[in-house]
Nanobody
Framework: QVQLVESGGGLVQAGGSLRLSCAASGRTSNDMGWFRQAPGKDRLFVAAIRWVSDGTWYSDSVKGRFTISRDNAKNTVSLQMNSLKPEDTAVYFC???????????????????WGQGTQVTVSS
């Protein structure tokens, strides 16, 4: 089992920045990532990072504005969000999985563990 705890959400004006963190405990995960869910919408992929290779993936909607990173010593993954837009408003979920073999990065069905979510609200 993996336990994930997010922090860092809040309210920010458009153009501002926020940094989300996800602390992981329990068994080792190969990949960690972030998804988001706006009211009435599906949960969508935002970014992911591979623990061993440090490879990263981003959705087109956040590429160039968001940066995912990891801290091995603290077993945490962070999402630095810059140039925020009102359409970035959502609940952001941290996710983890032990294996990436034959699994999609962008499909939430291919991730095993989830945090409780943290609200990010961007005002116009």
């Amino acid at each position: 089992q993996v336990q994930l705890v997010e922090s860092g959400g809040g309210l920010v004006q458009a153009g501002g920045s926020l940094r989300l963190s996800c602390a992981a405990s329990g068994r080792t995960s190969n990949d960690m990532g972030w998804f988001r869910q706006a009211p009435g919408k599906d949960r969508l992929f935002v970014a992911a990072i591979r623990w061993v290779s440090d490879g990263t993936w981003y959705s087109d909607s956040v590429k160039g504005r968001f940066t995912i990173s990891r801290d091995n010593a603290k077993n945490t993954v962070s999402l630095q969000m810059n140039s925020l837009k009102p359409e970035d408003t959502a609940v952001y979920f941290c996710a983890a999985r032990a294996s990436e073999i034959l699994r999609s990065v962008i499909s939430d069905h291919d991730w095993d563990y989830w945090g409780q979510g943290t609200q990010v609200t961007v005002s116009s």
